[in-house]
């Protein structure tokens, strides 16, 4: 069954602080990975997307990487900031075309 | 503006009673979703739309029905709406060609008593 999961599921830093979220998936055959942003009570917004044949991809103070061996990805935020406080969402295209897997997102609160 | 509208946007009612929730975008996007969101859960694809009069089944359609006889609108209808029902809906859009980079609405948090 694909599936997507995210670690950890909750996570609370201290503002300027680094963070790492993670994304193991079972989706096969993978057409491509988006980090999502979704803040309290609105709908997600896209960070970055992932193909197959990428393996780092940057917006901003967010990096994301693609390990497509292992099923991984990594959403790495830097120099965290208050608006940061948000879920962060991993989604897998599948490669027949419209079927999108969501992960249970990662809910990250930054303190100041 | 681009964007995707969702209304109403907060909606109480109760078990059996029919209602609609629209969803409306202004990018000419072909493809058009409706997902629920329940905490611990992540969202589930309920109805997606390829284009007009193409819809299909999501993993979790079942006392959903869904239209899409024009491009820009896709109502979500619950004709007996029931209990485990009561969730937080989003609608999305996308260009096929692009990726499908979906665009959210703001949502639509139904409670059913």
């Known amino acids: 069954k694909n599936q997507v999961e995210q670690s950890p599921q909750s996570l609370i830093i201290l503002e300027g602080k680094n963070c790492t979220l993670q994304c193991n998936y079972t989706v096969s055959p993978f057409s491509n990975l988006r980090w999502y942003k979704q803040d309290t009570g609105r709908g997600p917004v896209s960070l970055t997307i992932?193909?197959?044949?990428?393996n780092t991809k940057s917006n901003g103070r967010y990096t994301a990487t693609l390990d497509a061996d292992t099923k991984q990805s990594s959403l790495h935020i830097t120099a965290s900031q208050l608006s940061d406080s948000a879920s962060y969402i991993c989604?897998?295209?599948?490669?027949?075309?419209?079927?999108?897997?969501f992960g249970p997102g990662t809910r990250l609160s930054v303190l100041p | 503006e681009a964007q995707v509208t969702q209304n109403p946007r907060y909606l109480i009612t109760v078990t059996g009673k029919k209602l609609t929730v629209t969803c409306s975008q202004n990018?000419?996007?072909?493809?058009m979703s409706w997902y629920r969101q329940d905490p611990g859960l992540g969202l589930r694809q309920i109805y997606y739309?390829?284009?007009?009069?193409?819809?299909d089944k999501g993993d979790v359609p079942e006392g959903y029905k869904v239209s899409r006889k024009e491009k820009r609108n896709f109502p979500l209808i619950l004709e007996s709406p029931s209990p485990n029902q009561t969730s937080l809906y989003f609608c999305?859009?996308?260009?096929?060609?692009?990726?499908?980079?979906?665009?959210f609405g703001p949502g639509t948090r139904l409670t059913v008593t």
């Open positions: 999305a859009s996308s260009y096929i060609a692009q990726g499908f980079e979906q665009y």
């Open positions: 990018m000419n996007h072909e493809y």
């Open positions: 989604v897998v295209r599948d490669n027949y075309g419209q079927n999108f897997v």
């Open positions: 992932m193909t197959f044949s990428e």
């Open positions: 739309s390829m284009n007009v009069e193409v819809t």
